[in-house]
Each structure stands twice: as structure tokens, then as C-alpha cells.
């Protein structure tokens, strides 16, 4: 069974910083694209960033660029993400999802981060 | 920048049959977006229904199906139950990443 679990959220100060994990099981995970979705609480979701399966590519929408950083350890079957520079507009529940170029097909239950002076 | 456009909200009622679309603010979906389409209840991770425009994910009763409606990628559902109130999001391919719409809220009643 593929399962993903979060975790790393909390609460923090604007300007700070934060590291999401995703422990994946029940796959392959070095076979497959992983992605970082967010929903900022009673909105919609957004795409956040994704890493090829061998770590060699990233990409990131716009408006985390320059702050958020994807990698994956593949020999740990764990995907994360570097938040820096936080901002009161990043408070959100991140989900890990594994998919590939063009769609996500499992989901992780997420993990929250409040960015709150 | 281009907007992926979803109806806000939609009504059906228990065994009738709904279309969602999932547009842009500027051109046409087509294939090449590979649309797809994800279901979630409040509190709840998404779970994905279709992808590549038409393609169920493991699992999904074949209630569920995606197509291309002239400019927009659909969601149908047939025979709605109780349990298929949710929100409703595609995501279109854009190249560098994923797009979500804004989603739909589906009310069964």
C-alpha cells in the first residue's frame, strides 16, 4: 500500500524558516516524480514544486521561488522542502503527492504550517 | 498569466447526472494540458479521479469520466450518491509544473 506522511509543520515567525519531510512506503520511490501541493486554509490547492525521481531537476511556481528548496534522499525514501524567508501568505497545509509529469496520483494527508507573528 | 477556470459551485441531484468544466482565461484545453481531475471533503487529503483527460486512477467507479467539451475539459458524473459532495479540482499540465483551478463545490441534494 503507498503511503505518505508529512510532517515538520508548526507555527512560526514571518522570516522564518522550516523543513517538511515526506517518509514514502509501499513503492519504489526513486521511480517516480514527487511534488509539494499547498491550500491555505478554505482555499483551493496550488501547485508548489516538483523533483524528478533521480533528484537531477526542479521546478517551482512563481511565487515561491528563491525561497523554497525540493530534494529527496532517495536511499531514505523521504522527499523534502526548505522554507525560507517565510511569509503570512505561505500559512497552509503542505501535501507530499507522488505523480509524475502531468499528474499527482497519491497524496499524503499534509501537514500545517502558520506563519504568525 | 493564464487562469485555470472552474464553476464555483454546481448542484445535482441523487441519481442525476453533472458536468464540470475546467477552462482557461485565455485559449483552449485540449489533450496536451493532460487534464486531470481530484476530489476532496473538508479535513481530507485529495484523491485523484482521472487523469490524462480520460484515464481513471485506480479505484474509481467508472460513475466518473473526463473528456473534452469544445474548449474546456470535463468531469462527468453519473448516477450522483450522497457521497460524491465534495469539491472538485482539475489541474492542467503547463509545462514547468501543475495548474489547479479554483474548484467546485458539488452539492448532492
Known amino acids: 500500500e503507498v503511503q505518505l506522511v508529512e510532517s515538520g509543520g508548526d507555527s512560526v515567525q514571518p522570516g522564518g524558516s522550516l523543513r517538511l519531510s515526506c517518509a514514502a512506503s509501499?513503492?519504489?520511490?526513486?521511480?517516480?516524480?514527487m511534488h509539494w501541493v499547498r491550500q491555505a486554509p478554505g482555499k483551493g490547492l496550488v501547485w508548489v514544486s516538483r523533483?524528478?525521481?533521480?533528484?537531477?531537476?526542479?521546478s517551482y511556481v512563481d511565487s515561491v521561488k528563491g525561497r523554497f528548496t525540493i530534494s529527496r534522499d532517495n536511499a531514505k525514501s523521504t522527499l523534502y522542502l526548505q522554507i525560507n524567508s517565510l511569509r503570512a501568505e505561505d500559512t497552509a497545509v503542505y501535501f507530499c503527492?507522488?505523480?509524475?509529469?502531468?499528474?499527482?496520483?497519491?497524496w499524503g494527508q499534509g501537514t500545517l504550517v502558520t506563519v504568525s507573528s | 498569466q493564464t487562469v485555470v477556470t472552474q464553476e464555483p459551485s454546481f448542484s445535482v441531484s441523487p441519481g442525476g447526472t453533472v458536468t464540470l468544466t475546467c477552462g482557461l482565461s485565455s485559449g483552449s484545453v485540449s489533450t496536451s494540458y493532460y487534464p486531470s481531475w481530484y476530489q476532496q471533503t473538508p479535513g481530507q487529503a485529495p484523491r485523484t479521479l482521472i487523469y490524462s483527460t480520460n484515464t481513471r486512477s485506480s479505484g474509481v467507479p467508472d460513475r466518473f469520466s473526463g473528456s473534452i467539451l469544445g474548449n474546456k475539459a470535463a468531469l462527468t458524473i453519473t448516477g450522483a450518491q450522497a457521497d460524491d459532495e465534495s469539491d472538485y479540482y482539475c489541474a492542467l499540465y503547463m509545462g514547468s509544473g501543475l495548474v489547479f483551478g479554483g474548484g467546485t463545490k458539488l452539492t448532492v441534494l
Open positions: 503527492a507522488r505523480g509524475g509529469k502531468t499528474v499527482l496520483d497519491y
Open positions: 523533483v524528478y525521481s533521480d533528484g537531477s531537476s526542479t
Open positions: 509501499g513503492f519504489t520511490f526513486s521511480s517516480y516524480w
